[in-house]
């Protein structure tokens, strides 16, 4: 397919994002990524992509950042707090900027990271206003795609390797089957969906073969090394800034409702990874040897 312009990254310097411009250009795509003015690009920069600075609460440094772009694709999360600078703004004004610079310019397809049930959970800010920027999109008639992805299993190991100590720590319900996504996976499937036929306007679920528990994750990590894996259940830190939203988005957990339909994800993308298979590669990424 000739190539129509550069692909406009928002969030490339996450964990998500960066694994899309990398997927994106691997591809042959020509990325483009939003950095805000003053953060670190050089490693965006290494991968090949060129850097559009600006800022999400800023809207008309969008829309010189999507000057001549083909398509937009953004994993931008403001709740997560991971970087500096990250406020929950960013995932109501910012993405309704974000929007609303890609309505004005008209890109051909705006690729929106969205999360799994968000249009069932006003009580969870963060799913909440992911549902609203879908909602925006559609109003201003902006060729779009959402995928709705399950929690990130990466997270469990975000502090540290759980496999390693051999104690899984959850703080939901060991017994209740969610959907998980791996990053990495997520990533290709937001870069393929840049060109993927069909799919205007949809919302797509994203998710493994099946939901599982966390205890299944203990189980079956224990199973592929060869030792058991501890589940420990500890309880939230209401110190936490994001203790509240993420209290909601636990008691939805605990409903049994975050649970994928994937039969269009297999339809768009192919099979969705077997549970087996994503814990699997999660281990390799952390370092561990499997027979």
């Not at 953004?74 to 910012?94: F, L």
């Not at 997270?155 to 319900?173: H, K, M, N, V, Y």
């Amino acid at each position: 397919m000739a190539d129509r312009g550069p692909v406009l990254v928002v969030g490339g310097t996450g964990m998500l994002g960066s694994q899309v411009v990398s997927g994106l250009l691997t591809g042959g795509k020509h990325v483009r990524a939003l950095v805000r003015p003053g953060s670190d690009a050089s490693l965006l920069e290494e991968l090949g992509a060129t850097i559009a600075r600006g800022d999400m609460m800023d809207p008309e440094s969008l829309v010189s950042a999507m000057d001549g772009v083909d398509a937009v694709i953004t994993s931008a999360a403001g709740y997560t707090h991971h970087r500096e600078g990250d406020s929950p703004v960013i995932d109501t004004v910012g993405n309704t900027n974000l929007v609303d610079a890609a309505s004005r310019v008209g890109v051909r397809r705006f690729v929106l990271t969205s999360i799994l049930t968000c249009d069932q959970t006003p009580e969870v800010p963060h799913f909440w206003h992911k549902k609203l920027t879908e909602d925006r999109l559609e109003e201003l008639g902006v060729p779009f795609v959402a995928l709705r992805p399950g929690a990130f299993l990466e997270q469990i190991a975000r502090f540290g390797d759980p496999f390693s100590e051999g104690r899984l720590t959850w703080f939901g319900s060991p017994s209740v089957p969610l959907t998980y996504v791996l990053a990495s996976d997520l990533a290709g499937y937001l870069a393929a969906a840049v060109d993927a036929s069909g799919v205007e306007g949809q919302r797509i679920d994203i998710g493994w073969d099946r939901p599982v528990t966390m205890q299944d994750i203990a189980d079956i990590s224990g199973q592929i090394l060869g030792r058991k894996i501890e589940l420990v259940l500890t309880p939230m830190n209401p110190l936490n800034p994001m203790a509240k939203d993420l209290g909601a988005m636990i008691d939805w957990f605990g409903t049994g409702r975050y649970v994928a339909d994937t039969s269009r994800q297999r339809e768009v993308f192919g099979p969705p990874p077997t549970a087996e298979d994503a814990v699997a590669r999660l281990l390799t990424s952390l370092g561990h040897k499997l027979d």
